[in-house]
């Protein structure tokens, strides 16, 4: 079964470090999304990409925060320099559809424990 | 506003019948997702309505009446397994994803 590969999985850093994220998402599909979740919370979304442009980075801290995803296919978010405050899950998903299609389903990756001491 | 709201806990017995509901506030509805998420791990697809009714799929069924702004999870024959956080989202008029906190299930044998 197709699976989105993230990496690391777990990422302990200090603050005012940088840290990166790598999401390689189910071949084929055009849409990727990076979301934050907070324990207890819903995900967050934080990027959307339809291929290589972005769609939606409303939520998306850009001081620190940046996404990219040169050939459409993998991405990488990075984060400098990281505050307290960033600890959580960060998730990377895909689906086959275009951002603007009704039924489309994410398929998510199993995520990026993130810890800021 | 767009909102999203949903019980923040419930507790259920193995084998029985839970009802987890979902009220939602949105611009513009292009349909409702249900999300599965064990602790620590991603959220996994359930279920997604977009015309008025129940969907069945198994011993999970997802209902939706958009009159109301409002949608449930119906899980039969609760088995431990589905112990795990259910994410509610709606599909606003630019087809995004408005989630819910999610309603964390325990099951007791």
């Known amino acids: 079964e197709a699976e989105v590969a993230q990496s690391p999985r777990y990422k302990i850093t200090e603050k005012s470090q940088a840290v990166a994220f790598w999401c390689d998402p189910i071949?084929?599909?055009?849409?990727l999304y990076w979301y934050r979740q907070i324990l207890g919370q819903g995900p967050e979304l934080l990027v959307q990409?339809?291929?290589?442009?972005?769609?939606?980075d409303s939520q998306l801290p850009k001081d620190r925060f940046s996404a990219e995803r040169l050939k459409g296919v993998d991405s990488t978010l990075k984060i400098q320099p990281a505050e307290l405050g960033d600890s959580a899950m960060y998730l990377c998903a895909s689906s086959p559809g275009t951002s603007n299609s009704g039924a489309n389903v994410l398929t998510f990756g199993a995520g990026s424990r993130l810890t800021v001491l | 506003g767009q909102n999203i709201d949903q019980p923040t806990e419930m507790t259920a017995t193995e084998g029985a019948i839970v009802q987890i509901n979902c009220t939602y506030q949105t611009s513009g509805f292009n349909g409702l997702f249900w999300y599965q998420q064990h602790a620590g791990e991603a959220p996994t697809f359930l279920s997604y309505n977009v015309l008025d009714g129940l969907e069945e799929k198994g011993r999970f069924s997802s209902f939706l009446s958009r009159s109301k702004g409002y949608s449930y999870l119906l899980l039969k024959e609760l088995q431990m397994k589905d112990s795990a956080s259910y994410l509610c989202?709606?599909?606003?008029?630019?087809?995004?994803?408005?989630w819910g906190a999610g309603t964390k299930l325990i099951i007791k044998p």
């Open positions: 071949s084929g599909h055009a849409t």
């Open positions: 990409f339809q291929d290589e442009s972005v769609v939606d």
């Open positions: 989202a709606a599909s606003d008029s630019n087809y995004q994803l408005i």
